[in-house]
């Protein structure tokens, strides 16, 4: 440690599945996520959330993809000693109809103006969030999450999809951390409280 | 019993933190609002930090989190259970003891491989 602190990575062994379980977006300004002071220079997770004084209820609203099709990616990238992480969400909204068009007009409204707030759980369980604004009650660096490349199709035949693949972009100078709350809880507070979805 | 107090104007207010169980109850109905006062310390968030009518001092809600888990009743022992492949060796080995004793061939018969041993 003479010319820097590094920490090791050594996790518990055991398997591990891929792919997205739940998907939620939120308004950036909505949500002060608390998180505690690093130990030993080392970052912690997210361990509360809360929606800030004024926030619009509910705060969280879920998208609900076609089950095995969302992916979300990341890239870092450095110049000299500038540090990029790219991210990426893709996930599958089945059918072309009015509800679609609505929900893709909200998105380019959260991209033009203050960003897009994703919290979503992996299927190992894991919770992550990216395009977050406040941070132990003090706005953070700006991390812009946008609409950005989604397509769509009706297909030609019967069997064809129907409906679009929604495309999230985002960078920031790190990866994203974690959230150690539970998604039930996350529901709590979303469009589908008490939905039990 | 909690140490720490919501004040009364966030009585109501929902802050997802620990296992709510998806209840979505408001600060004035958890009784884990401890963990909360502990975030809050732990965050410095002013945002938390102002929830609170008590905050008592880290330490002593440390203390409190410890002597509350140790008074949880344990968990039911589990038995560990090896995985099939670390188990079968013993399971040969305890039937060749048995065979050995009664003066047999030492033979798996629950194996589902032919018997090579066995002359036509």
Redesign the interface.
Known sequence: MLCVQLVGYDRDCGAVSGGLSDVGIFDPYDL?F????EISGVA?PY??????DGAATPSIYIVNFQIDNGEWTWKQTVNGCSVKYEFEWILQLTENSQLLTTFLQSMDRGACCCGIGIIFRLNSGKMFVAGERFV??TAITRFIIKHDGSDGTSGKLLDDYNGANLHLKGSYTRNLYEFT??W??????SDQ?GSGS | MPLSEIKDEYKNKVVIFGNNRGLGLPLGQRADIDLLAIMAHESGNHNLIKLFKTLPPLADLKKAKTESELKRPAAPPVEKKMPSSATQPNKVKIKANKAEAQGESAVDTSSTEPNTNTTQ
Not at chain 1, 34 to 37: R, S, V
Not at chain 1, 47 to 52: C, F, G, I, P, V
């Open positions: 002060d608390t998180q505690a002071a912690q361990t509360a959330l809360a929606e800030r132990n009650g709350g539970t039930d809880d996350v529901l709590a507070i409280a």
